[in-house]
């Protein structure tokens, strides 16, 4: 079974590491948590990543119980409250789906990057209380090429493209070989431009049907 360290090229070069160092060097509160770091590639294996799901960077708030960022994008630890964003894509997922639009879910999406869905922010880092703050720190060159590395090595990938940020990624997508579902973010300010009713859990599990891939238990 492939190691992402030996498909990524800057992975097999020890740059994460680099980053790593940088991230958490400087003296400021950084999230997610070390530990929680490279969750979303440790969760999901090369071989078995089926579903990309792409975000901008981690959340940088902290609760009650701790920072809502733990590696894997749009997802908080079960107990958080949930994030707007995510709220709407629990809402999607519900009444496409289910049939029902106040469904309840887990907000920790690790039961998701089980099944093959790789849930990868472009910056792995963030400032406590900063958007973007790592927007800079070079994260953006290595999971560029974790998402090319994918495009090139895998087929029957769905890609995951909401709002313009990950739409920008498109360009790194063989769209031949893979499936990319573009619609707007599931943020409140863009939920109802297009995301909300677009049918992408549904088209995903389709397209994935369609190649012999097991659907996804959203």
Known sequence: MESWEEMVPLLSLGYHRELAEKAYGGGEKVFPHKVDLFAALEKTSFSETRVVIIGQDPYFNERDL???AHGLCFSVRQGQPVPPSLRNIFKEIGSSVYGESDKRFN??????AQQGVLLLNASLTVVA???????????????????????????????????????KKQSLIDGKRHCLLSTSHPSPLSAYRGFLGSDVFVRCNEYLGEHGLEPIVW
């Open 107 to 112: 907000s920790d999406l690790s039961r998701w």
């Open 66 to 68: 701790g920072p809502e």
């Open 129 to 167: 209380g900063r958007a973007n703050s790592h927007a800079r720190l070079g994260w953006h060159s290595l999971t560029d090429d974790i998402i090319e590395t994918i495009s090139r090595q895998k087929e029957h990938v769905v890609f995951m493209l909401w709002g313009a940020f990950a739409q």
